[in-house]
C-alpha cells in the first residue's frame, strides 16, 4: 500500500512541477499582439516598454500624422523611441501592421 502512495505522491509532484513550468513560459510570452496602428492606450500599456506616457505619445503621433508604416517609421516618428527599442517592444508583442483604408467613393462599389 505504501509504494502505490509514494508512487501516486511522485506522479502529483511531477504534475505540479510541469503544470507551473509550463505557466510560467506562457507568462514569458506574449499572449497576443497589439498594433501600434489600432491599439488603445490600454491596449498598448500591456507592451512590455510601454507605459501611459509612451502610449499616450504613439497615439497622438498616429492620430496627427495618420498610421506608422514600418518600426523605423515608428522610432523616427515618436519621440524617446529608437529602432533598438521598437524591436523590444516587437519581441513582446507590438506590430506595425498596415493600415487599409477605403475611401467613401472606392467603398460605395462594394455595397
Wanted: glycine content about 8%.
Amino acid at each position: 500500500m505504501k509504494l502505490k502512495q509514494l508512487q501516486t505522491g511522485k506522479w502529483l509532484r511531477q504534475a505540479v512541477i510541469a503544470t507551473g513550468l509550463g505557466l510560467a513560459m506562457l507568462v514569458q510570452l506574449p499572449s497576443y499582439a497589439a498594433s501600434v496602428n489600432s491599439a488603445s492606450m490600454e491596449l498598448l500599456q500591456t507592451v512590455n516598454g510601454i507605459g501611459p506616457a509612451r502610449a499616450k505619445a504613439i497615439i497622438e503621433e498616429r492620430e496627427r500624422n495618420g498610421p506608422f508604416v514600418s518600426g523605423e517609421d515608428l522610432a523616427t516618428r515618436v519621440r524617446g523611441i529608437s529602432d533598438k527599442t521598437v524591436e523590444k517592444m516587437a519581441l513582446a508583442g507590438l506590430t506595425v501592421e498596415p493600415s487599409v483604408q477605403i475611401s467613401r467613393a472606392r467603398s460605395a462599389k462594394f455595397k
